[in-house]
């Protein structure tokens, strides 16, 4: 099973991204978005951006994300 995990942009430079997800940092393609901007929450999937999303729906994914916990 695959995820896709809300982020929200810092910064672009190119077709790059830094993007800020609950406090972490990590660099993420726009090669997929062609209307990205600094602010946008975007969906992240293998190190893709693959969809613009909005905040609330964002921080709905992010809290229900908190909450899972390994199976044991």
Partial sequence: MCLSIPAKII???GENALVSISG????ASLSLLSNAKPGDFVL????????II?????????EIVR??????
């Avoid at 972490?24 to 660099?27: L, V, W």
């Avoid at 992240?44 to 969809?51: Q, R």
């Avoid at 909005?54 to 992010?62: C, F, I, M, Q, Y």
Wanted: proline share 3%; aromatic share 4%.
């Fill in 54 to 62: 909005d905040r609330e729906e964002a921080e709905k994914t992010l």
């Fill in 11 to 13: 910064s672009i430079e």
């Fill in 24 to 27: 972490m940092r990590m660099n």
């Fill in 44 to 51: 992240i999937h293998s190190g893709f951006s693959i969809e």
């Fill in 67 to 72: 909450h899972i916990r390994p199976i044991k």
